[in-house]
């Protein structure tokens, strides 16, 4: 069946799944819309229980399509997160594999050798673009994004600078963009995502059905520093909680690129730069609907990792993380899980949920499949397009696989309902692991390493099988 759907996908012909009686596309190739926030938390979002902040547009893509219960991102830090979603490699084989600065400004590049989401889909024919935080290498560098399949390219390069939200310059393609009105981080009157939003707006305005793209959409909101406009939408939450005030280096003649400014209302704050987020999806979706392609374009929401505790933000308060322990930097699932919704008018069925087990190394495989392509062998990732259309399941992971390089160094594995993970991998690669049974304590609560000593020895060498040597981000002996 998943043959005859392909086909008659190919040749322009409608078909009926007869799983959820959807209508198939008439094209072959999907647009594909990818939309990654940056430290939003598994349970920041209203379809996921949030209950103090607002999130209607993404509620709304929720219910159009199918929300993921067991989703993972790369790892729980930014730019690792990204390599492994970009080229289809768990943390432990991807190129990139912790936050590392090269100067004068970005990070390690991504290698030249790397075959990026982007590079596949453009062999299949599509315009490909990304609006908002890169972090995987310096313009010019191999891992400019527009050496690494983007046609284009706006925002920030540097994650750094990144924790400013009124910088004083952004990046269109390999052309530095100083924003007057920021100048030297004094004023702060042009709010980058309001701008990087622009943009990408404008990239939608400009498709047709003609031709596929790819739209990757690496938010920055709602990463730290905690600050938003002085609109309507932070007005809502002003008073609306009990704050304690965040004090921080400001804006002025002292101020550096990598710092977060004080915020005398950080909850509301934070609530803000969620709605703004929320806002921002709502307007993708009406555009692409304004535009007529909403009937054939897939859009998937995530974020990169789990919520952070910088600059005055309280996880704990808005239950972030959702039921779950640990934020960014633990590979608790906290830390890793993800909120993730997949939408795709006609194909996706609404208001459907998904129990599969995957991981952001699975999107490759899985556009690549929906683009009638094929990735590079060796990849970790697997296609869930199955799933997605409605006609069969897709494979399994025997485990998933994550670590960590700061803090010591961190390894993690999930197969099945058991979970592990090891601490001070640095200075001990067989180190004892902690194990968890997700399927009754999701948690994380007890620890039954010491009551099943034969699985916890069989994850602790799955760690030691999954990370292959890297010289630019050791982990342990190698």
Not at 54 to 69: C, E, R, V
Not at 282 to 300: E, F
Not at 424 to 439: G, K, R, S, T
Request: aromatic share 12%; charged share 20%; net charge neutral.
């Amino acid at each position: 069946m998943r043959k005859v759907f392909l086909w008659a996908s190919i040749l322009g012909l409608t078909c009926i799944s007869p799983s959820n009686a959807q209508v198939a596309p008439t094209v072959s190739k999907p647009n594909i819309v990818l939309i990654i926030a940056d430290d939003l938390g598994y349970g920041d979002v209203g379809f996921n229980g949030q209950q103090l902040i607002k999130t209607p547009n993404l509620d709304k893509l929720a219910a159009s399509g199918m929300k993921f219960n067991q989703f993972y991102a790369g790892t729980s830090v930014c730019a690792p997160s990204r390599s492994a979603l970009l080229s289809g490699l768990h943390t432990g084989h991807t190129y990139i594999r912790g936050n590392k600065g090269v100067l004068p400004e970005g990070q390690e590049p991504i290698a030249d050798s790397v075959v990026t989401m982007a590079e596949v889909l453009k062999t299949a024919g599509y315009t490909t673009a990304a609006y908002g935080k890169w972090g995987l290498g310096p313009v010019g560098s191999v891992g400019d994004p527009n050496k690494q399949g983007f046609d284009y390219f706006y925002g920030y390069n540097c994650q750094t600078l990144a924790h400013r939200y009124y910088p004083n310059h952004l990046w269109n393609n390999g052309q530095k963009v100083v924003l007057e009105a920021n100048e030297n981080l004094v004023q702060n009157k042009i709010y980058a995502p309001d701008l990087i939003q622009e943009k990408a707006i404008g990239f939608i305005k400009e498709q047709s059905s003609k031709q596929p793209f790819f739209l990757f959409l690496p938010y920055i909101l709602p990463h730290a520093e905690l600050i938003a406009p002085d609109d309507s939408l932070l007005q809502y939450y002003k008073n609306k909680f009990q704050e304690k005030p965040y004090k921080g280096q400001d804006y002025g003649t002292n101020a550096t690129c990598g710092g977060y400014a004080s915020q005398q209302y950080p909850r509301a704050a934070f609530a803000a730069m969620v709605a703004r987020l929320d806002l921002y999806v709502g307007q993708v979706v009406a555009q692409l609907r304004a535009q007529g392609l909403d009937k054939n374009t897939l859009i998937i929401f995530s974020s990169d990792n789990g919520p952070h505790i910088e600059g005055g933000a309280d996880p704990k308060f808005f239950k972030s993380s959702g039921p779950f322990k640990g934020v960014k930097r633990d590979l608790y699932e906290g830390g890793i899980r993800e909120p993730f919704v997949a939408s795709w008018q006609g194909v996706i069925k609404p208001n459907s949920e998904s129990n599969h087990i995957g991981a952001f190394w699975d999107l490759l495989p899985t556009f690549a499949e929906l683009a009638g392509t094929k990735p590079r062998k060796g990849i970790d990732g697997r296609s869930f397009a199955n799933i997605l259309t409605g006609f069969g399941k897709a494979p399994q992971h025997d485990f998933l696989y994550w670590e960590f390089h700061e803090q010591g160094g961190k390894q993690a594995v999930r197969q099945g309902k058991w979970k592990a993970i090891r601490f001070n991998v640095i200075e001990n690669p067989n180190a004892p692991v902690e194990l968890y049974d997700l399927e009754n304590d999701p948690e994380e609560a007890k620890n039954l390493a010491q009551q099943f000593p034969e699985k916890a020895q069989e994850l602790g060498k799955l760690m030691t099988q999954s990370h292959t040597r890297s010289s630019l981000f050791p982990l342990g002996n190698q």
